[in-house]
């Protein structure tokens, strides 16, 4: 029994769950090839639409998705992923979950402290050794590739 990939232009819907907590960090979009190197390298890929290329979720933040379980629907075109979150928070906007704003009286409030900074995280890897000989500027346009990946 396959992942019905045909279902949503060869998506399915991926929620991503801390495994401890049960908290709900954030929603993305796998292709078949996400999914598999999701299942083999431990790490959760995703498919991103709007640079319709693969995304290693944590490829520039450091903030990886380390798989425990996979789960999938009734009609198998959407998976449960259960991970453990390395770094403070999943959000690229510097919070632990991306629902970190919650409708009351009618508005989007933001109910969460941010958990840490995304301009220092982003700005520090640049430091690391794998990113030293890259520009600021390179740097900077890869941390928005990833805040338009994680947007969407
Ligand atoms: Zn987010």
């Known amino acids: 029994m396959n992942l019905d990939f045909q279902k949503s232009d060869g998506l399915v819907t991926a929620v991503i769950q801390d495994h401890a907590t049960g908290r709900v960090l954030m929603v993305g979009y796998m292709n078949e090839e996400a999914f598999r190197l999701t299942v083999e390298t ?53 919070y ?22 995304p301009a220092t995280v982003y700005q520090s890897s640049s430091t690391s050794t794998t990113e030293s000989v890259q520009s600021r500027d390179s740097v900077q346009s890869r941390d928005q590739r990833e805040r338009s990946g994680a947007k969407q």
Not at 82 to 90: D, F, I, R, S
Not at 96 to 117: A, H, I, M, P
């Open 42 to 94: 431990g790490f959760a890929t995703f498919y991103s639409r709007s640079r319709r290329k693969l995304w290693l979720k944590g490829e520039s933040s450091g903030h990886r998705l380390v798989v425990k379980e996979i789960s999938t629907d009734c009609d198998l075109d959407a998976v449960l992923v259960k991970v453990e979150a390395l770094g403070p928070g999943v959000c690229h906007e510097g």
């Open 96 to 117: 632990q979950s991306c629902f970190f704003r919650r409708l009351e009286n009618g508005q989007w409030t933001v109910t969460d402290e941010r958990t840490y900074d």
